[in-house]
C-alpha cells in the first residue's frame, strides 16, 4: 500500500493474476496509504464506495489516473456526464460508434 493515494485492496485465493479474480474474499478501499473501510465480497460495490468516498470528501483523483476515474465518473456511472472533459468526451463518442 506504499505510496497508494486511492485504490481498492483485493484479497483472493489462488494463483490466477485476473484483473477481477472470480474468487475474492475481501476487497479494502485505501485512501492515502490508509485502509479506510475492508471486508466488502465483490470489486464493483466496492468500486463504487471508493468513488463516494472521493465526493463526499472532496478528494481529488490521483494525476496519472485522473481520466480514468473521470470515465467512470461522468460515462459510465453518469454522474454529472454534462461536466465531462475534452479527452473523456472524445473516447465516450468513440465507444458510442460500436455497435454492440
Sequence with gaps: M????????????????DAFPREVF?????VEET?????FK?????????LGIIYCVNLEYP???????????????KIKPDQVSTRVHGVRNK?????L
Excluded: C, T, W
Aim: net charge positive; proline share 2%.
Design 2 to 17: 506504499k505510496g497508494m493515494q486511492l485504490g481498492l485492496l483485493i484479497g483472493y485465493e489462488g494463483d490466477n493474476q
Design 63 to 77: 494525476q496519472a489516473m485522473k481520466y480514468s476515474f473521470e470515465f467512470l465518473q461522468r460515462v459510465v456511472m
Design 95 to 99: 465507444l458510442l460508434r460500436y455497435k
Design 26 to 30: 475481501n476487497v479494502a478501499v485505501v
Design 35 to 39: 485502509i479506510v473501510l475492508h471486508n
Design 42 to 50: 465483490d470489486v464493483p460495490s466496492s468500486f463504487a464506495i471508493l
